[in-house]
């Protein structure tokens, strides 16, 4: 048997030695499509700010772990996909045939429609070598506009702050974050990284860039920024693009069914680039974070080695850490039609707290600055639990979601 893993990501790592426990006889092959060993994009920021070397990014830091195990790491980059004769075809002009496949391709930045994002200057913050190309014009005192104050533009901008830099943040929607906070929540991040130095625009966009040094960015709402460095953050999407014309079938993403198999028989996906399910709706939705990525690798790998094994689906789960201020989201954080909710709030202290229901179920919750017991509320929502009477306490205080956990789940021990 012949497992071919196009992708060396978490997704795809966790696949590749799920599959080698699983069938130690398998030729198991795991493509990657960078001069690098498989490593962490989420280790970036940390390198940036020099908390670890390239060395920390490194998804298993044992140089010899993936030969030891037997799983041959090949550099590629995949141009297409012929499904009947079961062969991957290389950009290179080469081919890496299959018996079972797995799309763990991950995603790519946006780099948004604005004249001049390709100037020299202009970055992305993806790759090691964008790290690279970032961290040799970093120094204090300099002036870095970052573009997108997003999930993934919110761990950056800590790791450039770190720097000393004189950051400026452009953020086209009313607050930041605002596909994992809240109105309120977001702009209470926003009041906290203002505090400590950080100047963030909200609704505008960066109209034109223009070269020079320095760099001259053009807002929409008319403003100029001189820049020593441009980081463009504006989101991601899923690579899939080589999927065209071999039958799998690609919406948002790669759509798969409850065991990770694409339409195509013998093809399986994971990770960023994968459309699946939203649990507790089975709404199709793409769930680009880390944690999932690797869950879904491994439950690919299981099905691929023959183990039937099937998802719940996949739950919205965004934990941040904002200059030392941690936020949090989970499922339907904001709210169901039909549904209801309870914003609570401190500014002051930097504390909310916002919880969704649908009819006595939680199906939705929203944290600043409160980390104790968030777990209860990721295990309220992915237990579906029945509240009963203390949904209407829950609306009257939110804070005692920990006792409802208790309360509902819990065995009653009973008097003798």
């Not at 590749?16 to 994009?41: C, F, H, K, M």
């Not at 760099?215 to 899939?240: F, H, R, Y």
Request: hydrophobic share 45%; proline share 6%; glycine share 12%.
């Amino acid at each position: 048997m012949k497992h071919v893993i196009l992708g060396n990501g978490p997704a795809g790592v966790v696949a590749a030695e799920t599959l080698r426990q699983l069938d130690p006889g398998a030729e198991i092959v795991l493509v990657g499509d960078e001069d690098e060993r498989p490593y962490s994009r989420m280790a970036i920021p940390y390198l940036l700010v020099g908390q670890i070397d390239e060395a920390g990014t490194h998804l298993r830091k044992n140089a010899a772990h993936f030969e030891s195990r037997r799983i041959r790491l090949v550099k590629g980059h995949a141009s297409a996909i012929d499904a009947a004769k079961k062969v991957v075809k290389l950009a290179d002009g080469g081919g890496l045939p299959y018996d079972k496949l797995l799309l763990a391709t991950g995603s790519h930045p946006i780099k948004p429609p604005i004249a001049g994002i390709e100037l020299p200057g202009v970055h992305t913050c993806w790759t090691l070598e964008d790290a690279r190309a970032i961290a040799r014009h970093l120094a204090p005192g300099k002036r870095v506009l970052q573009i997108g104050a997003g999930f993934i533009g919110c761990i950056i901008l800590e790791a450039l702050a770190e720097r000393g830099v004189k950051l400026t943040v452009v953020e086209m929607g009313d607050r930041m974050v605002p596909r994992m906070m809240t109105p309120l929540a977001g702009n209470m991040i926003r009041r906290w990284v203002e505090a400590k130095g950080v100047r963030v625009i909200t609704k505008a966009k960066v109209a034109k860039i223009e070269p020079g040094t320095p760099l001259k960015a053009t807002l929409s709402t008319g403003a100029t920024l001189d820049c020593d460095l441009i980081i463009a953050s504006a989101g991601v999407k899923p690579n899939v693009d080589f999927l065209a014309g071999s039958g799998v079938m690609v919406k948002d993403g790669i759509v798969v069914d409850d065991t990770m198999r694409t339409s195509v028989p013998d093809i399986y996906a994971a990770g960023d680039a994968v459309e699946t399910a939203e649990f507790g709706t089975s709404r199709p939705f793409v769930n680009a974070i880390q944690p999932d990525a690797v869950e879904q690798g491994r439950l690919a790998a299981l099905n691929m080695a023959g183990r039937p094994t099937r998802s719940l689906g996949s739950l919205a789960i965004n934990v941040l850490d904002t200059m030392g201020l941690i936020s949090a989201s989970f499922g339907q954080w904001g709210g169901v039609p039909g549904g209801r909710g309870v914003e609570s709030a401190d500014e002051k202290e930097y504390r909310y707290l916002s919880l969704q229901f649908d009819g006595d179920v939680l199906v939705g919750a929203t944290t600043i600055g409160t980390t104790q017991h968030v777990g209860v509320l990721r295990g309220l929502i992915q237990g579906r639990t029945p509240l009963g009477h203390w949904r209407d306490q829950l609306l009257e205080s939110p804070i005692r979601f920990a006792e409802a956990y208790v309360a509902r789940t819990q065995p009653v021990s009973l008097a003798r």
